[in-house]
């Protein structure tokens, strides 16, 4: 296999150089982090010419915390019939919305968790509604899993339900859920989710009726960059199938750290056997680095301020990353397992753009640029940290 030089110096000379897991895993495993994110950004050049770092404004809603998952890394989650557990009304759920719209946003998350007690038509009557009621925001809504969980109840396939909801106005289908597409992994961290190819197969479904779908990826369980690099394939596999087939496939991908304050999993990693959970920030810009290098097939890569910080974020972006994320207004499953800033104005993500030396650029879901109002405010920058 070539030397970690010649693999670089091949991506640099053709960008859409295919990189094979092997090669990869090398350089994940050996490459310098700064010949690694100096290689980054010059492919991220050539991918997204310009100077441009985009945003979105948006707004995260939970409509239920109920669950039967119960993945051991999430701090959100609540059994059903829990004490604690609620699902949000149509008139609450609209009214964030309302919220959103006053400040410039144009499309909301909604996920939550798989809830046995909410039937199919409760759905789509909640998509329904809220297209009815504020037709200019897109609705990203879901996840696979949950879109596993809403077939079961109805005794439908996930195609069918995916069907439906998207001819009652949702937009989009997350990539939430991902996390490591490795099954030795995937069993351990969350077992009910089920294999990689459930989640592989309702992405390539959604994307097959064209919905707006992205890839995300959580990692620091314990697994080796091996292990990474592989859920990455996962994904460039699909992506090819979906281009092949006429079709958008995934807009970006997004990875990001588990955060193990607050939750099961990083109290459970304890005694002599205890391992190293989640990822410090270095480790971070290697994953990021190396996604930019790897997907020859997926234009854009996020920075993910809302677990890193957007000191971090901004070295992300010259990592490669060409997107900030979006503001996150109201983000619960995050927080809940113990980061303690996921939301940002609109000019704290611009301030950290420009401080990186790039120009912000507001998009929308489907990464269309929309017209932007650039308000600096130095006192909102999160300046670098200190071991950069």
């Known amino acids: 296999m070539s030397s970690v030089a010649e693999i670089l110096e091949k991506k640099l000379f053709d960008f859409r150089y295919r990189l094979s897991v092997d090669e990869a895993t090398l350089l994940y495993d050996k490459c310098d982090l700064n010949d690694l994110m100096y290689a980054s950004l010059e492919v991220r050049k050539s991918i997204n010419p310009g100077n441009k770092i985009t945003y979105l404004v948006d707004r995260n809603i939970n409509y239920t915390n109920a669950c039967t998952i119960n ?44 809830n046995p007690e909410l039937s199919l038509d409760w759905y789509l009557e909640l998509i329904k509604y809220l297209r009815d009621n504020h037709p200019s925001i897109a609705l990203d809504c879901f996840s696979p899993i949950e879109i596993e969980g809403i077939a079961e109840v109805c005794d439908l396939s996930t195609l069918k339900v995916l069907k439906k909801l998207a001819k009652a106005g949702m937009h989009g289908l997350p990539g939430g859920g991902a996390e490591i597409l490795v099954d030795t992994i995937r069993n351990d961290i969350s077992p009910k989710k089920g294999s990689a190819s459930n989640w592989l197969k309702v992405m390539g479904e959604a994307q097959e009726i064209g919905l707006t779908t992205s890839a995300t990826n959580v990692f620091g369980f314990g697994e080796t960059n091996l292990d990474r690099v592989m859920h990455m394939e996962q994904i460039r596999i699909l992506q090819d199938n979906a281009i092949q087939n006429g079709k958008i496939g995934f807009t970006s991908f997004i990875a990001w ?20 959970l989640g990822a410090t920030a270095q480790e971070y810009l290697r994953h990021i680095a190396i996604s930019r290098l790897f997907f020859d097939n997926i234009d854009h890569i996020q920075a993910s301020w809302p677990t890193m910080g957007l000191g971090v974020a901004q070295m992300a972006m010259l990592a490669g990353a060409d997107d900030a994320g979006s503001t996150m207004m109201e983000e619960n499953v995050v927080s809940a397992s113990g980061t303690k800033k996921t939301e940002a104005l609109e000019t704290e993500i611009q301030n950290s753009i420009i401080r990186a ?17 650039v308000v600096t405010t130095v006192n909102s920058y999160s300046p670098i940290p200190q071991q950069f």
């Not at 557990?85 to 909301?108: A, D, F, M, N």
């Not at 304050?261 to 109290?267: A, C, L, Q, Y």
């Open 357 to 373: 030396g790039f120009l912000p650029q507001k998009r929308d879901s489907d990464y269309k640029y929309l017209s932007t109002n």
């Open 71 to 114: 993945c051991q890394f999430c701090s959100f989650y609540r059994p059903p019939r829990h004490k604690e557990v609620y699902t949000q009304s149509y008139e609450e759920i609209s009214t964030r919305i309302s919220e959103l719209e006053k400040i410039g946003g144009t499309r909301i998350l909604m996920q939550g968790g798989v």
């Open 257 to 276: 750290p588990v955060q193990l304050e607050n939750n099961s999993f990083g109290r459970r990693n304890r005694g002599q056997n205890r391992i190293e």
